[in-house]
């Protein structure tokens, strides 16, 4: 059983595409405060950004959301104005 939707003759499909928001490593930031930025503005709870924030140490870069661009782009801006270093991808 297929669960597609047949789309009429004349109707346009509209691919909606989800992207990342990417955590890049810096020298700067504590593990406390960057736990508390992904908890705050992302709602991990504090296993999950602690997670985060260690992946982005050791591998120098992690996913911490995934969504439209529109939902990232406020996290986006938030967590670039405390002073964390984020990329929508």
Known sequence: MSTEE?????QD????????????NDHENS????IDVLCAVCNHNEEQAEQCAW???YKGKCQIMSGSYEQLREKADLILDVGLTVEIQ
């Open 6 to 10: 047949k789309l009429q003759p004349g």
């Open 31 to 34: 593990f406390d405060f960057v």
């Open 55 to 57: 992946i982005t140490h």
């Open 13 to 24: 499909a509209v691919v909606l595409k989800e992207q990342s928001l990417v955590l890049f």
